[in-house]
């Protein structure tokens, strides 16, 4: 740990650096920072920075308002994106109370749980989420959405002013030792996704808060707005972020068994089938806001049918079919978050529910070989396939219900959590919207 | 590094094992006369430090010291090792002895103290750079540079690619560099050194990725045999 500090210092000092990011992520997944000096630095390292979290989204507490984030010095790095003059470097908090007890607020506590639930009983788990945004041309997100280009899925235009941005976010990723497996142009006009290498889970959810602050940052340069709301326009495939998941038993993928006629192994299935039985107390948190709802519809590739398969994307859980001689890349993929989520809770949550399944040995329900999307209410019935919730409304319910949830996130972020989409919903309910306006007021 | 000199030949076993420990070389010689020749024969840039045992006999003991520090460019640093009836003979010969040890001793305790006075005298076993190529690591301000580029390490990416840096043509497995540079609880496990391997590699850069070479079903090398000033020969 010691030396740890001394890294963190001597780079400090060594590059110059003026001034050092302290990034904390609050409930709803928004990046949180405040700058400190050098000086400042080495008394954050050892004690921690203490400021009122009372401010941040479900940090508030009754009694005492004051936190502490402690800089986790593993994740200095310093940023690409400042002029020499002026270095500035970022460091990944956790964020404590004052007596130094773990701060029940904080995500990545949370995910930290839930991880070491995982590695005793004997498993690390990996991750590898394709994360999908939209450009648009307006620098302004209080613009009507308006879409920088008229692209598709793999297309190659020359002059692509999008593409241009996305090559230089990507550059910068790997600039920072982020590596990006794929970057490509999306089925919707403007839309992009990167598809990262897999991490551990901690790492990959402070990696997609980073990921999601250089494309916004990226982009702003440009003069654009990246923007990663599920669904911002109407009538076009929504922003998803399909989650590759895998169990490792040391340098053994837990996932794969070549003599399985789908190449999985009991492990494997089980941890599907947890996935699918605890995917409707899980939804609130992979898709947490009233407009996630927008996306997950008939009709625009998004899952909305719990059900797994392995060439269908209709199908929730898909089952990458993987040549046999690279058997280790066995994972399934988890299509139901989108890329507006906070990764740390997603990620928890959606490991709590595969490991449940396991631990439990779950059974695994037969593949959905038929098209999801084609079939009606009454076969889905016959077959037992229910569906994901229709709306944030119906996620929170689900999710008030669910101990897996309250043991995963903790009971203060449990509650506040309930507690602040029930009062989205609220906001929404009362709303009087864009579409009842052009709908009604014409003709009633 | 160059190797130690001790006083008396054979070496006390106790010393034997603690420099052993420590990965120092060392040669014994029971006169100055004996050093002098050995220093000829197997140093280039003289003794890298001394240890003198005081036990048996503590005249030519100190005569040895002696000889060690009255010259030119004195032998530095000097672990002497006594015995508790000599402690009031040290009196007044501060200049012949950087530090000291009591017997009896534990080597774990002689090696400690040996680590110590070769780490303050600035000539400890680690180098301060490592050099491989166009890869500069300096050890001291935790600064790597490839082809005068610095690069921008977080804290493990630093510590693989010093460990690697340090044993260039060796290759390892997953698991062993998960002990020997992570070596605390970790989330991540064994392929958390192939996560950090690529991170590592698209900081290189793509001209200079290949330093760390992907060996087949075992692991990673720094560094190809071939071109490596590593202990293995050209093929």
Redesign the interface.
Same mark, same amino acid.
């Given at each position: 740990m010691q030396?740890?500090r001394?890294? %963190?210092l001597?780079?400090v000092e060594?590059?110059g650096i003026r001034f050092v990011q302290l990034w904390f992520t609050d409930v709803l997944g928004t990046s949180k920072a405040f700058n400190i000096t050098p000086a400042e630095l080495e008394d954050a390292l050892d004690d921690g920075m203490t400021f009122d979290g009372s401010a941040i989204d479900g940090f508030s507490r009754v009694q005492e308002a004051d936190v502490l984030a402690r800089p986790d #010095?593993?994740?200095?790095? %310093?940023l #690409?994106w400042h002029a020499r003059d002026e270095t500035v470097a970022a460091v990944y908090c956790d964020i404590f109370n004052l007596d130094g007890t773990p701060f029940e607020g904080c995500p990545r506590h949370a995910l930290?749980r839930t991880?070491e639930r995982a590695?005793d009983a004997g498993y690390?788990?990996?991750i590898a989420p394709e994360v999908e945004f939209f450009y648009l041309a307006d620098g302004d997100p209080s613009a009507r959405p308006r879409p920088l280009d008229a692209g598709s899925y793999f297309d190659l235009s020359v002059d692509d002013r999008s593409s241009e941005v996305r090559r230089r976010t990507v550059l910068r990723l790997?600039?920072?030792?982020?590596?990006v497996e794929h970057a490509q142009h999306e089925d919707a006009p403007s839309q992009h996704e990167i598809d990262l290498?897999?991490? $551990? *889970?901690?790492?990959m959810a402070d990696t997609v808060m980073t990921v999601r602050l250089v494309v916004k940052e990226t982009a702003r340069h440009e003069g654009l707005y990246a923007t990663f709301m599920p669904k911002p326009i109407a009538g076009v495939q929504g922003s998803g972020m399909h989650t590759h998941l895998s169990l490792?038993h040391?340098?053994r993928n837990a996932f794969s068994d070549p003599s399985d006629a789908y190449g999985l192994s009991d492990v494997a299935k089980r941890f599907i089938a947890g996935l699918l039985h605890h995917a409707r107390e899980i939804t609130a948190v992979t898709n947490q806001w009233v407009n996630s709802y927008k996306r997950l519809v008939s009709g625009y590739e998004a899952p909305v049918h719990i059900g797994w398969a392995r060439n269908n994307r209709s199908a929730l859980v898909r089952v990458p079919v993987v040549k046999q001689a690279r058997a280790e890349s066995t994972r399934v993929e988890y299509r139901a978050p989108d890329s507006a989520c906070n990764p740390y809770l997603a990620f928890a949550v959606v490991l709590a529910a595969g490991l449940q399944g396991v631990e439990q040995g779950y059974e695994l329900p037969p593949e959905a070989d038929a098209n999801l999307f084609d079939l009606s209410e009454r076969e889905l019935r016959t077959r037992g396939i229910r569906p994901l919730p229709g709306s944030l409304k119906e996620a929170v319910d689900e999710m008030a219900e669910s101990k897996l949830l309250t043991d995963t996130l903790g009971e203060h972020v449990f509650e506040w959590f309930i507690r602040n989409k029930r009062a989205e919903w609220r906001d929404y309910s009362v709303a009087v919207t864009q579409f009842e306006l052009d709908r009604y007021l014409p003709s009633l | 590094m160059e190797p130690l000199v001790c006083f008396p030949d054979p070496v006390l076993p106790v010393v034997g094992t603690a420099l052993r420990q420590c990965g120092l070389g060392f040669r014994a010689a029971s006169s100055p006369e004996a050093a002098s020749s050995l220093e000829m024969t197997s140093t280039k840039d003289g003794w890298a430090g001394a240890v003198v045992s005081a036990a048996d006999d503590l005249s030519r003991a100190i005569a040895f010291c002696r000889h060690l520090r009255r010259r030119e460019d004195p032998v530095s640093p000097l672990l002497l090792v006594i015995a508790e009836d000599q402690l009031r003979e040290l009196q007044l010969r501060d200049d012949l002895f950087d530090d000291f040890c009591v017997l009896p001793s534990r080597p774990a305790e002689i090696a400690a103290r040996l680590e110590h006075l070769m780490w303050r005298s600035g000539r400890n076993a680690a180098p301060h750079v490592i050099e491989h190529g166009p890869l500069v690591l300096n050890l001291e301000?935790?600064?790597a540079a490839v082809a005068g580029r %610095?690069l $921008?390490?977080?804290?493990?990416?630093?510590e693989l690619l010093r460990f690697l840096a340090a044993h260039p043509g060796k290759v390892f497995t997953?698991?062993t560099l998960l002990s020997r540079v992570w070596g605390y609880e970790?989330?991540?496990? *064994? =392929?958390?050194v192939d996560?950090h391997v690529? =991170?590592?590699r698209?900081?290189l850069g793509e001209e200079h990725a290949h330093l760390i070479e992907t060996v087949r079903s075992v692991g990673y090398r720094f560094g190809q045999p071939a071109w490596s000033p590593g202990p293995e020969p050209s093929p």
């Open positions: 030396s740890q001394d890294y %963190v001597r780079t060594e590059r #010095p593993k994740t200095f790095q %310093v #690409p930290r991880l590695r690390t788990f990996f790997e600039e920072m030792g982020i590596p290498r897999y991490t $551990d *889970a901690l790492t490792w040391g340098e | 301000t935790y600064q %610095v $921008d390490l977080t804290y493990m990416e630093y997953r698991e970790y989330y991540g496990g *064994a =392929r958390t996560v690529r =991170r590592l698209a900081k």
